[in-house]
């Protein structure tokens, strides 16, 4: 795991620097992972997934120079993901009609606006519901590679299963979960 996170910062290094290169190599990494964890946050069916995600990484390389991340270039992708998801319900104010004297009342801590509070406590509730649902070992497969950051190598040799039986539990689990989140009307 160690060799992940160092190949990370070293992209992130050399992708700050202006490598196409390390902005190519962070895009194939990550791309698909993100993307799939915007269709799981937005209303099915829908393309805007792959659009959130181009325009985060499009942002990424406009804004490389001011990057400043505290985190690991994962968690902070995922969040910037999920940022945006947050501006495209709140652009489309399908999630909540709260009057905006409720919104204005509510204190703003100067990072995420009490929109963004309010949809992401919503919608991660709503997500922990339908994971607790799961069957105990493809929960722990979802949460192993999803919240713990872990590949699929990984949890195969933690878990002592196959790395296709990894891929078949987090496939199911994504299935679900976009089988069973509510569909959002689109005002």
């Not at 990370?8 to 700050?16: S, V």
């Not at 993307?35 to 805007?48: G, H, S």
């Not at 104010?93 to 929109?115: F, R, T, V």
């Not at 799961?134 to 722990?140: G, K, R, Y």
Request: include cysteine; glycine fraction near 2%; proline fraction near 5%.
């Amino acid at each position: 795991m160690a060799r992940q996170s160092f190949d990370d910062n070293h992209y992130l290094q050399l992708f700050i620097s202006g490598s196409e290169d390390a902005f190519d190599a962070i895009f194939k990494r990550y791309y698909e992972g993100l993307r799939q964890f915007a269709k799981v946050l937005l209303p099915y069916p829908t393309d805007e997934a792959e659009d959130i995600v181009a325009e985060m990484f499009c942002a990424l390389w406009h804004n490389r120079r001011q990057l400043a991340i505290s985190t690991t270039l994962n968690a902070y992708l995922y969040v910037a993901v999920r940022n945006r998801i947050f501006d495209y319900y709140r652009k489309r104010k399908s999630m909540y009609n709260l009057p905006e004297e409720a919104l204005a009342e509510m204190p703003d801590d100067g990072y995420q606006q009490p929109d963004h509070q309010l949809m992401y406590k919503d919608i991660t509730v709503h997500i922990q519901s339908l994971i607790a649902q799961l069957p105990p070992q493809m929960q722990l497969v979802f949460k192993m590679h999803r919240y713990e950051g872990f590949s699929y190598e990984e949890i195969a040799g933690l878990l002592n299963i196959s790395v296709n039986s990894v891929k078949t539990h987090m496939f199911r689990a994504l299935k679900f979960l976009k089988a069973t989140y509510p569909i959002l009307p689109i005002c």
